[in-house]
């Protein structure tokens, strides 16, 4: 597989050479990235930049992320409009499997820092 490496503040990215990367998400800041994709494979995958990890970002910057991306690719934005809302009873148990199970489903995941899963998978971030 072909892979590309790109820079972070304090690392290097590895990714996929057919992931298209959102350089609108990108600053000098930049040393996280994750990957943006869609189940039933109705997007190609989307890597956007962050200062720090998903999981430390707040709503408001969660949100203005993914208003770049959607901004840089309408397909995005098309793909989440097309999402069928989950519902679920009292007891966080699933009422509409079938919508959901042929909805489009769209996610963005962390890339992890691991040289071993970005030398021999070509996805991951190697830090310096």
């Known amino acids: 597989m072909k892979k590309k490496e790109l820079s972070l503040k304090t690392g290097i ?6 992931y298209k990367v959102i350089e609108e998400t990108r600053t000098e ?3 996280h990235a994750a990957v ?3 189940k039933n494979s109705i997007l190609p995958h989307f890597v956007a930049f962050t200062e720090k ?5 707040t709503a408001e910057e969660q949100s203005a992320l993914w208003d770049k991306c959607i901004s ?8 989440i409009g097309r999402e069928h809302e989950m519902v679920f009873d009292d007891d966080w148990i699933l009422q509409n499997v079938e919508e959901c199970e042929d909805s489009v489903r769209v996610g963005i995941v962390q890339v992890p820092e691991d ?8 996805i ?3 830090r310096r």
């Not at 990890?53 to 970002?57: A, H, Q």
């Not at 840089?72 to 793909?79: K, L, N, R, T």
């Not at 040289?115 to 070509?122: D, I, P």
């Open 53 to 57: 990890p998903l999981n430390s970002m």
């Open 36 to 38: 943006i994709t869609a």
């Open 29 to 31: 800041g930049s040393d």
């Open 72 to 79: 840089a690719h309408p397909e995005i934005g098309d793909a």
């Open 124 to 126: 991951g971030i190697i």
């Open 13 to 18: 990215l590895v990714i996929p050479d057919h």
């Open 115 to 122: 040289e071993k899963l970005a030398k021999e998978c070509g």
